[in-house]
């Protein structure tokens, strides 16, 4: 009982046990994980913790909230919202990314990627190019995002000040996108998987000049899946441009071209169906602007249309295998009209598409077989996948001379990479592997660019690392590509071989070359041939069958003499008549085959992407049914498996993302330092930090890691001032360092985004102490500039005002003197002259009027003198003294005594006579007695004159020197003027 009692006591402490355990970690979980904060995380390295699932969680939190974007470490992940979001790619929000001082600081999105290429070109920073690299699935968005991409470098590059620059700009920012229109209706179809598959891969180079402004773009293609357009997969359709010709085309174009409301074609399936990119008038403006005029669209539509009733031309078996395959009866009609729009011969077609031409022996004897049906088919096949595929890269090289600038008017240019996305159908052929593989590339880039490269640098630098485990797809590259034998190297050799393509060989081939390569395994149970690849995105079963004859893209030579036998200038144009040793055997043997084309100019876009600075979007396609706002977690979790986002989280959050060498981290930092800036070999650093001389704090070093480690160890110390974080650097003997935020290698120095803003936020606040320093230095330096110049200024003026006061001074002298002369004269004179009129004698007798002058009696008074009184009043109101003549004559009045009153008051009314002044009535004149006998009156003038005034230019000539109450001012103010 007490044992059964005790089991029953340890049962319940285990399932309490195990019920406090599951509590624990559901309170971890929800201390970690914040459910209602999730969507608010813009990076996924801050998750916590990081992981598959929280990454997972994080994404879906955000994308249910409207959020698209997020950043994961050094590469941005957009989700496919599959609907228009308004005011997300506006010219407003161009603008907002491109004019912040910190675009990290905004919400993620690709706007932020590209300003962050953008700028890095302008600060030059090796390598200066950039390429944006978009990948994903097919359905995923990459389309549009390299089309969003090119429309915003365009609209960021257009600003400039010059009207025609302006103008310039414009005129190819509208090229590049109009590009974009004319590229995907030709370029691209609908798959089971997106409506606008690009069907190639382009790499579109935006060039810049020096001033990072639009000079032009470039566009290099891969790989154009030619066979969809005589083949199409169930559900899919053909390329855009067939859809939008037969939708799209007026009444009398149709009639030109045949097609008729009842006419069904076997190359266009799905025609019913109306897809938002089937907009013919988009094209051919788009086709315009790019210098394609009205009549060269007509004959590419043409020509398309041409190929449209080729597809109808169908074939029944004969009788007699000797006799060519018979044509059926409806197909004669497309027969004809295929050859009317070709302008080429009716009869040659169908010969040469039924019977082919052997030459055999050393005398090239030509021999006619017919041809199978399949085989006639294929011939059919060709003619039409030859035509497209040189009609396309014509195409490409109109819009490469339209929009691209010459050698010498770019510098510097950003790549967009918009490369199919991976895929895996029901059944996949050459182009679904050549796809696949340059997938593979590409993750292989992104695998040694940022993973393997920094687990590497972190063990080459003796930093303690614990290494994350990532997929390596490199094994699988080595099936594909790799030397001596591989995939490509076993399909390259059976198609040079001259003989018929067996698929259960070449399985059997596959498996003995390459059974110890774990990526390749055969599905035992399938019918047909075919092998499976473990591709880092998943397993992928392709078939054998046609795999060979595909990569041989074999096109017979009396098809390409047909094509160059046609009126038509375009087709003219895109098969020229060659020389005939091309046509040899010899040279058809060493035809390049399509998988050896397609590797070599993926070598050369992988040389170009290792050449600059990769940017890296991931678009993940959020379900397989493109519909908005559906959140399907296991397609997600699979996508971000194959593309090693989880990978990159890890190492981004727990590792140190941003690596600068010893020799960098002190050209900028090195102001930072305890004593100043840091002497290095070099004279000057890009941010002209450091100083040439020799002084306290001084550092000289020859550049090695060992001399430069000190200096590095200062400016940290000095930064962080002296925490405990810091260590000692690397040292080989004992390997000790460990620090949380920044770690000292051999030759690199390793930090967080932390440490680096800290350093940054440390470089800016020296920066700004040295500037106002700089300031203050400028300006005292400015003021006793300015106190120099104005005590020379003050000194001048003084010594050249002094000189010129004594001038002035020596001339008011002069005037002076000049003017008492001739005052001093003139009193002389004019008192000589009234001298000179006075009378003599002591008295006047009576004197008789002389003869012819006319009597004045009644004009005068007789003065007479009182002998009682010493002081007589004499009244004159009857004189008028302004009417006598010159010189005043006496004789009219008799005057018997001549007091000396009477003396004095002739005298004064002589002057008044001299001055023309008028005598006032009643006005009484006292005199005194005078020690003078006899009163004299000068003579007038005997002309008549005016009287005037005029300002005297003589200083001071106005002041009367002698008398203030004189009446009389100013030397030269009375002016005579004759009558």
């Known amino acids: 009982m007490a044992t059964r009692q005790t089991n029953g006591l340890k049962d319940s402490q285990k399932v309490l046990d195990y019920t406090t355990l599951n509590h624990t970690v559901e309170e971890i979980k929800a201390f970690l994980i914040n459910e209602d904060e999730l969507h608010q995380f813009n990076d996924l390295t801050k998750v916590n913790p990081v992981t598959t699932a929280t990454v997972l969680r994080c994404l879906q939190a955000r994308y249910a909230a409207g959020v698209f974007y997020t950043n994961a470490g050094c590469t941005l992940v957009a989700l496919n919202p599959f609907q228009r979001v308004p005011n997300l790619y506006s010219s407003e929000v161009m603008k907002e990314y491109h004019h912040v001082s910190q675009p990290q600081e905004l919400k993620p999105h690709i706007f932020t990627v590209a300003e962050q290429a953008f700028r890095n070109v302008q600060s030059h920073i090796e ?166 005029d009205h009549a060269t669209q007509h004959q590419v539509f043409t020509i398309l249309v041409g190929l449209l009733h080729l597809g109808n031309v169908q074939f029944s078996s004969p009788m007699d295998e000797s006799y060519p395959c018979d044509l059926k009866a409806e197909a004669k009609n497309f027969l004809a009209t295929t050859a009317n729009l070709l302008k080429i011969s009716e009869e040659d077609l169908l010969e040469q598409i039924r019977i082919r031409t052997i030459k055999a022996g050393k005398q090239h004897q030509i021999f006619k077989k017919p041809c199978s049906k399949m085989e006639c088919e294929t011939r059919r096949d060709c003619v039409a996948k030859v035509i497209y595929a040189k009609l396309f890269d014509w195409l490409v090289k109109v819009i490469n001379g339209s929009v691209c600038s010459h050698s010498f008017g770019w510098t510097n240019f950003i790549g967009l990479l918009d490369v199919y996305g991976f895929e895996s159908f029901p059944q996949n052929n050459l182009e679904q592997l050549c796809i696949n593989y340059a997938n593979e590339k590409l993750q292989q880039h992104f695998v040694r660019h940022y993973l393997k490269a920094q687990q590497e640098e972190y063990t080459s630098e003796g930093l303690e690392w614990s290494f994350i485990s990532y997929q390596d797809n490199q094994s699988c590259l080595d099936l594909i590509e790799g030397n001596p034998t591989s995939i490509f190297s076993l399909l390259n050799e059976e198609s040079r071989l001259n003989r018929n393509s067996d698929e259960n060989l070449f399985k059997t081939r596959l498996q003995t070359t390459l059974a110890k390569n774990h990526c390749i395994s055969w599905d035992v149970f399938s019918k047909v041939p075919n092998f499976i690849v473990a591709h880092y995105a998943g397993k ?22 047909l094509l160059q036998t046609s ?83 890890n190492i981004s959050a727990a590792g140190f993302p941003i690596r600068v060498p010893c020799q960098h981290f002190l050209e900028r930092y090195g102001l930072l330092g305890k004593y100043g800036p840091i002497n290095l070999p070099s004279p000057a650093s890009v941010n002209g930090c450091f100083s040439t001389k020799k002084g306290k704090g001084s550092l000289s070093t020859d550049g090695s890691s060992e001399t430069l480690q000190p200096a590095v160890q200062d400016i940290l110390s000095h930064v962080l001032d002296g925490q405990s974080i810091v260590s000692s650097f690397h040292n080989p003997a004992a390997n000790q360092f460990r620090c949380s935020i920044v770690h000292c290698g051999k030759t690199k120095l390793f930090m967080t985004h932390g440490m680096l803003e800290l350093l940054e936020s440390a470089r800016n606040q020296t920066l700004d102490k040295k500037a106002l320093c700089i300031q203050y230095s400028w300006r005292r330096y400015r003021q006793r500039k300015l106190a120099r110049s104005r005590r020379a200024a003050t000194l001048i003026q003084a010594a050249i005002r002094s000189w010129l006061t004594r001038q002035w001074i020596k001339k008011l ?58 002081s007589q009043s004499i009244c004159v109101e009857n004189l008028n003294p302004c009417s006598w003549p010159l010189g005043l004559t006496l004789s009219s009045f008799c005057i018997t005594t001549m007091t000396p009153s009477a003396y004095e008051i002739l005298k004064a009314f002589a002057r008044l006579a001299i001055l023309k002044l008028k005598w006032r009535n009643n006005h009484k004149l006292k005199h005194t007695r005078s020690h003078r006998g006899i009163a004299s009156i000068r003579a007038l003038p005997e002309v008549q004159v005016k009287f005037h005034c005029k300002r005297s230019p003589l200083l001071f000539a106005d002041t009367y020197p002698e008398h203030q109450k004189c009446m009389i001012i100013g030397f030269n103010q009375i002016l005579l003027e004759k009558v």
Not at 568 to 591: G, W, Y
């Open 127 to 292: 390598p200066i190019n950039q390429s944006l690299i978009v990948s994903g699935e097919s359905g995923a968005g990459k389309t549009w995002t390299s089309r969003c991409l090119m429309n915003y470098f365009a609209t960021v590059a257009a600003s400039s000040t010059s009207v025609k620059c302006q103008e310039n700009v414009e005129r190819i920012e509208k090229r590049v996108l109009d590009s974009n229109p004319v590229m995907e209706a030709f370029g691209n179809a609908s798959t089971l998987r997106n409506h606008n598959s690009s069907r190639f891969g382009k790499y579109i180079q935006l060039q810049l000049n020096r001033c990072q402004q639009l000079q032009g773009a470039s566009v290099q293609t891969y790989l154009l899946e030619k066979t969809r357009v005589a083949y199409q997969a169930p559900s899919e359709r053909n390329f855009h441009i067939f859809y939008q010709i037969v939708k799209g085309a007026t009444e009398e174009q149709k009639s030109e071209w045949g097609l008729h409301e009842a006419a069904e074609f076997f190359w266009l399936p799905n025609a019913e169906n109306t897809l938002e990119e089937d907009q013919f008038d988009e094209t051919k403006n788009a086709m315009l602007h790019l210098g394609v």
């Open 540 to 561: 992928v079963n392709y078939q054998i069958e046609g795999m060979v004859e595909k990569n041989k893209d074999p096109v017979p030579p009396e098809l390409m003499q």
């Open 567 to 649: 009126r038509d200038v375009l087709l003219m144009e895109l098969f020229p008549i060659e020389e005939k040793a091309h046509n040899d055997t010899k040279v058809q043997n060493k035809a390049v085959t399509v998988v050896s084309k397609f590797k070599g100019s993926l070598e050369s876009l992988m040389r170009i992407l290792n050449s600059t600075t990769p940017h890296y979007i991931r678009c993940i396609k959020p379900n397989m049914d493109c519909k908005p706002r559906l959140f399907t977690s296991q397609e997600i979790f699979t996508q971000l498996e194959a593309c090693g986002l989880v990978e990159t989280v």
């Open 813 to 870: 002298n002069h005037a002076a003197i000049v003017l008492q002369r001739a005052w001093k004269a003139w009193k002389i004179k004019m008192e000589t002259l009234a001298d000179d009129e006075l009378d003599d004698t002591s008295y006047f007798k009576e004197i008789e009027l002389i003869p012819g002058s006319p009597k004045c009696s009644s004009l005068f008074l007789p003065l007479r003198a009182s002998p009682n009184k010493q």
